[in-house]
């Protein structure tokens, strides 16, 4: 077990880069912060090494083989995105996942999604609805950010989020007679007279401009959720789950 005492230590200066997405691009790991985080990583053997800071007892966990690494309390908070650090972090791995491999029957496709915060709740929300496979596609923030990593609450480890282009996504889909139904006000129908549907893919968008228009041109059907008060608009995760539930309540 290592101890370091440091800020200024290489491997503190390394585990920092992966606040950054082009650092977690090129090294294919990630860092989770805080009991539940860790023990969801753990449980899906997804833990490459741990940081556990010196003024706190050792979790009763199995580590294995894997490397532990204690550190001041100076240096955790260095490596914190929180303001009050619970003193553990783990290094993780990103699971490599091959399209092929993603076979599903419901699936939730998001387009350029920006607000950590609501990616985050629409992950755990797709992973709550009992959703097969989550695809980020391109504008829209990291999925590995901290803040969505933290609003996801470990969802990240239970079903596969990946990355990828939605056009393509949506001509396989298609290919395999499961509708994608977008959202919409233009040229949409009411949610509530949606027909049951064994498989679905939900496709939706940017918090302020929607889907685009070239991916709302190649759903099967585009749905709207009515608005009864003086709202404008809903918030986009909170939407997501009205429609993931709903037309999970339809299959047969």
């Not at 894997?66 to 490596?79: G, S």
């Not at 609003?151 to 989020?161: C, D, E, K, T, Y």
């Not at 099967?220 to 608009?233: A, D, F, Q, R, V």
Request: one cysteine or more; proline letters at 4%; aromatic letters at 8%.
């Amino acid at each position: 077990m290592k101890h370091i005492h440091s800020v200024k230590n290489t491997q503190v200066k390394q585990w920092k880069k992966l606040v950054t997405k082009k650092e977690r691009d090129k090294t294919n790991t990630f860092l989770v912060e805080g009991y539940h985080l860790v023990e969801e990583a753990f449980q899906a053997n997804r833990v490459a090494e741990l940081i556990i800071s010196e003024n706190i007892d050792l979790p009763s966990w199995d580590y294995g083989s894997i490397p532990v690494t204690l550190v001041t309390e100076e240096v955790m908070k260095a490596l914190s995105d929180t303001e009050t650090p619970q003193g553990i972090i783990a290094v993780c791995y990103e699971e490599p996942l091959k399209e092929s491999e993603l076979i599903g029957k419901t699936f939730l496709l998001i387009d350029a999604v920006q607000d950590p915060g609501n990616l985050g709740t629409m992950i755990r929300t797709a992973d709550a609805a009992g959703i097969d496979v989550v695809v980020i596609g391109e504008g829209s923030v990291d999925h590995y950010n901290p803040k969505v990593l933290r609003s996801a609450q470990g969802s990240h480890f239970h079903l596969p989020v990946v990355k990828g282009s939605l056009s393509e996504w949506m001509e396989k889909l298609r290919d395999q007679q499961i509708p994608v139904f977008g959202t919409s006000l233009e040229n949409g129908q009411n949610y509530l007279e949606t027909k049951a549907s064994e498989a679905f893919a939900l496709l939706v968008g940017n918090e302020g401009s929607g889907v685009s228009k070239e991916l709302l041109a190649k759903t099967t059907s585009n749905l709207y959720i009515p608005i009864y008060g003086k709202s404008e608009s809903l918030n986009v995760a909170v939407a997501t789950g009205i429609l993931l539930y709903y037309l999970g309540s339809l299959r047969t």
